[in-house]
């Protein structure tokens, strides 16, 4: 190992003799790198969390009548416009909408009715228990059931009409232009219209929406404001756009600590080469070349940024795993592979900073004559 590797065998017994400064040394890069990989897999992890939980919403896009058409409700010319535009990008469900007050034995309170026939498409939030059709009964949202004691076989009125509840629908916990919960879901001909208040398209992707969102404003709004066009994907873009922001604000942060460290990195070796200027001179002296010299002091440089690095991003990787174990931050969210690439980035990073770091102070002292060096 000593034949084969001299300066690695000389930078390792250099640095054990002085443990305690390049220990500090170290600890700058640790302290540094750890603060990338903190900052790094917490910013992304909060990203893919928050992209995960809206995802959904910036999938639908909503078509509703424009005030400016002087119509309430979409014909079935307008369905089948936006049922064309959608083909092959996403499931079409026209809606009925209204408010009405809901009686029940336990109660009354006001909730939001819909009729339509296919309520597993938007309600069912990947459940079982909802219908993919619906031709009688009604279905309640959760809310609705815990506020009038309701479940499956129980009766409801909505405003006159009695109907029998025949499923209840899972309470939805993430972001929703509709609101299933407070929701009542009735067979689309219970209501006394032909025309629909809006026509939801669920689409398989963003881009899909996007591409929807866009096709509907074109082919229904050519010559007059007919219908509004509600989508979210242009939100979360910004989402996604701030938290890209977010990131690298925290990044740049944590890289000014590696940067110092790359400065203590700098003054040691610089007061390592000062103390070592006799031994260099030496070296120089019995025929050890200047490149010998600056290689071993450049293994000394690098060897601190490796220990210190590994050690970082070890530290940074189990303190952000631990804190999405006692917190609720989704651990899938930290254990993403793309994740891996924050660790090993921060590693290299802090190989580098030591590196550059113990550039100068190596030249330094390998283009010194031997005669200056001996003379002190």
Known sequence: MGDRF???TLATRNLSRQRVRAALAALGIVIGVFAVVTLGLLGNALSVAATEELGGLGNQVIVSPSDASG?????????????????????????????????????QTFAQVYGTDRPGELFGNGSDG?????????LVGADVAAALSLREGSTVTVEENEYRVVGVLPAVSSISPLQPDSSVILPADEFATSGYSQVVVRANSPSDARAVASGVEARLNARQQRVSVFSLTSVLDRISEFFDLLNGFLLAIAGISLVVAGVSIFNV???????????????????IHRRQVLRTLLVEATLLGVVGGAVGALLGAVTVVVTAMLTELPLWAVLMPGNVVVPLGAFAFGVVISLVGGLYPAYRAAWEPPVSALRG
């Open 71 to 107: 119509s309430d409700s979409l014909d079935s010319r307008d369905l089948a416009t936006i049922q064309r535009v959608a083909s092959g990008r996403g499931t079409v469900v026209p809606l009925r909408v209204t408010g009405a007050q809901v009686r029940a034995s336990g109660g």
């Open 269 to 287: 070796m610089l007061m390592s080469v000062s103390e070592r200027r006799g031994e260099i001179g030496v070296l120089r002296a019995v025929g």
């Open 130 to 138: 909802v219908p993919a059709f619906h031709r009688q009964g009604a």
């Open 6 to 8: 001299p300066a690695l």
